[in-house]
Every structure is written in C-alpha cells, then in structure tokens.
C-alpha cells in the first residue's frame, strides 16, 4: 500500500489552486474526483507513476506515496476519509490555501468553461448504473 512521502504537494500537483488548468493526465474531471475523493481510492502521487504500464496498480501502486495534495484536499474540504488507510496520512497533513477545498473550484479549474456546478455535483455522487 502506498504511503506518506510528504506532506506537502509536488510543484505540479493537480490539487493545486496554480495547477496547469485543465491537465489531469488521460483522465477526466468527474472521473479523477470520483476515483479520488467519492470513493477515497488510494492516489499516488502522479510524479512517482508511470502510466504507460497498463499494471501500475498492480506494480507501482504498492511502493510509491500517496498524492499530498488529494489528503490536503480532504482537509480543506473537512472530510475524513472513511478508509482506515488514509486516516495517518489524512493526519499528517495541514490545510493549505494553494490546495483546491471544493469541488466547484476543482472543477471550474479543470473542467470546460461554464459547466464546474453540474460537473462537481456529478462527481460528488456515486456513478449511477443504468437499468436496461
């Protein structure tokens, strides 16, 4: 399982207010809150991942750290994460004014223009299954 590298983000941390705007890697906005924060799955920290594995879940994810900036967030955001794992590394982390608190401005910053409201409402909620 990954761990707390620091405590701090990395200089291009998408958690961060002065993130490149837009850039989540392949991934998209609603689908990187919900992977991150909806279901608090474990985040690594982007700079230690090389995603052109197609198994780096399987082996990066174990010995690499967890992404500060996502544990920021959930501090910011006055949510502690329900999963046991995050709990020491949610406390080992501070609040930051340059880390991103609501999903709104996460998706305002990352998202096209004009749809930050519905897409943060969205990722807020977990993914609906169609009945067919």
């Known amino acids: 399982m990954p761990v707390l590298g620091r405590t701090t983000p990395c200089a291009e941390c998408p958690w961060l207010r002065r993130s490149m705007a837009g850039y989540l890697g392949a991934d998209e906005p609603?689908?990187?809150?919900?992977e991150s924060v909806t279901y608090e799955g474990?985040?690594?920290?982007h700079n230690e991942i090389d995603y052109d594995d197609p198994d780096w879940t399987e082996t990066q994810l174990p010995d690499v750290s967890l992404c500060a900036g996502n544990l920021i967030y959930f501090r910011n955001n006055l949510k502690r994460p329900r999963r046991l794992?995050?709990?020491a590394p949610f406390e080992a982390v501070r609040p930051s004014r340059h880390v991103f608190s609501w999903p709104e401005e996460f998706m305002a910053h990352h998202a096209q223009q004009g749809e930050a409201r519905e897409l943060a409402r969205q990722a807020s909620l977990p993914e609906q299954?169609?009945?067919a």
């Open 30 to 34: 609603v689908h990187f809150y919900r």
């Open 42 to 45: 474990l985040m690594p920290c």
């Open 85 to 87: 794992e995050l709990q």
């Open 129 to 131: 299954e169609s009945s």
